[in-house]
């Protein structure tokens, strides 16, 4: 005949000594005067115990929750740091990936242009404004610009890999970095866990045109308004491929290929335009169309290469 539960449960903490040697010999604890167990309730170990002697007393009866309450309650504080610290430490890690972007992206900017003064390099302004407003701390901006001015930075070496991906895509990532071989064995470990390969050769730039994009504003102080018909003019006598508006207002860009960037951009300045930049990209000869499942791994990819601090672009003959 079976016990009522609080009879049984009565009976279990009553128990004489030899019952419970018997029936758990691993419990751990003490024992009054009387031989009778004593419980901890808020005791991990016992509390195990504990279910494994209810276990058999209620063989195929389900045990109220509120028995087992006391091992979760006890963990609480643990699990709570775990949390905190788990979330602490991946801010910490953006932080740093950030400030680590910023400095590279200073260096490689000042090295193109020759300035480390931002009142005259309108792109190293942008980039430290950027990176004030990813929190970026002051003291690291004015190191990178300190030591690039007196020439104590490291050289950095500027160089790409050449990558397929699902469906016939096909990209070219570049990087800017210190340490080339090390920042090469973090990218190949990422790419061992996702569709895609890096090739050897030259097999995948034969598929991309080499593009030189020349920024510019009209007037000397680059302050006039933006006049489309006359920057046609300008590229037609130059030599440029393409006109289009800038990202900034008042801003023109000239789309020409790589060996003539310097013949545009010479071009510009004799017809009173004030360069601001001059950017080369790799622009693909033809495009392919993704599904929706290697659209979505693509972007994964691309997610963990952007994330790398040495990155600079990514090329690709898809949209993603």
């Given at each position: 005949?079976?016990?009522?539960?609080?009879?049984?449960?009565?009976?279990?903490?009553?128990?004489?000594?030899?019952?419970?040697?018997?029936?758990?010999?691993?419990s751990?604890?003490?024992?009054?005067?009387?031989?009778?167990?004593?419980?901890?309730?808020?005791?991990v170990?016992?509390?195990?115990?504990?279910?494994?002697?209810?276990?058999?007393?209620?063989?195929g009866r389900?045990l109220?929750?509120?028995?087992?309450?006391?091992?979760?309650?006890?963990?609480?504080?643990?699990?709570?740091?775990?949390?905190?610290?788990?979330?602490?430490?991946?801010?910490?890690?953006?932080?740093?990936?950030?400030?680590?972007?910023?400095?590279?992206?200073m260096?490689?900017?000042i090295?193109a242009?020759?300035?480390?003064?931002?009142?005259?390099?309108p792109?190293?302004?942008?980039?430290?404004?950027?990176?004030?407003?990813?929190?970026?701390?002051?003291?690291?901006?004015?190191?990178?610009?300190?030591?690039?001015?007196?020439?104590?930075?490291?050289?950095?070496?500027?160089?790409?890999?050449?990558?397929?991906?699902?469906?016939?895509?096909?990209?070219?990532?570049?990087?800017?970095?210190?340490?080339?071989?090390?920042?090469?064995?973090?990218?190949?470990?990422?790419?061992?866990k996702?569709?895609?390969?890096?090739?050897?050769?030259?097999?995948?730039?034969?598929?991309?045109?080499?593009?030189?994009?020349?920024?510019?504003?009209?007037?000397?102080?680059?302050?006039?308004?933006?006049?489309?018909?006359?920057?046609?003019?300008?590229?037609?006598?130059?030599?440029?491929?393409?006109?289009?508006?800038?990202?900034?207002?008042g801003?023109?860009?000239?789309?020409?290929?790589?060996?003539?960037?310097?013949?545009?951009?010479?071009?510009?300045?004799?017809?009173?335009?004030?360069?601001?930049?001059?950017?080369?990209?790799?622009?693909?000869?033809?495009?392919?169309?993704l599904?929706?499942?290697?659209?979505?791994?693509?972007?994964?990819?691309?997610?963990?290469?952007?994330?790398?601090a040495?990155?600079?672009?990514?090329?690709?003959?898809?949209?993603?």
């Open positions: 005949m079976s016990l009522p539960f609080d009879a049984a449960l009565s009976n279990f903490c009553t128990a004489p000594r030899n019952f419970n040697n018997q029936i758990s010999r691993q751990t604890g003490a024992f009054s005067a009387d031989g009778r167990r004593r419980f901890v309730s808020d005791t170990q016992r509390d195990l115990s504990r279910r494994k002697i209810l276990s058999r007393l209620f063989s389900n109220p929750a509120r028995c087992f309450s006391t091992t979760a309650h006890s963990l609480a504080g643990h699990s709570h740091w775990k949390n905190v610290k788990g979330t602490k430490e991946a801010k910490d890690a953006q932080k740093s990936n950030n400030a680590n972007r910023v400095v590279r992206d260096r490689v900017c090295r242009t020759g300035s480390a003064n931002p009142k005259d390099n792109e190293l302004a942008r980039i430290i404004q950027n990176a004030r407003l990813e929190n970026v701390s002051g003291e690291t901006i004015d190191r990178v610009l300190t030591g690039s001015a007196a020439g104590k930075d490291k050289p950095l070496t500027e160089w790409q890999l050449q990558c397929k991906g699902p469906q016939g895509s096909l990209f070219i990532v570049q990087f800017a970095s210190v340490h080339q071989k090390r920042t090469e064995q973090e990218i190949r470990i990422i790419f061992k996702h569709v895609a390969s890096i090739e050897s050769g030259n097999g995948i730039l034969n598929n991309f045109d080499l593009k030189s994009m020349v920024t510019a504003k009209y007037g000397s102080d680059g302050s006039s308004a933006l006049d489309l018909e006359k920057a046609e003019e300008v590229a037609i006598e130059a030599g440029a491929e393409e006109v289009v508006a800038g990202e900034y207002p801003e023109v860009v000239f789309i020409c290929d790589a060996k003539e960037a310097s013949k545009v951009a010479k071009a510009a300045e004799n017809a009173d335009y004030k360069v601001i930049e001059t950017v080369t990209e790799y622009v693909p000869k033809t495009t392919v169309e599904s929706d499942e290697a659209r979505a791994e693509l972007n994964a990819l691309k997610a963990k290469l952007e994330a790398n040495d990155f600079l672009n990514i090329h690709l003959n898809c949209e993603t």
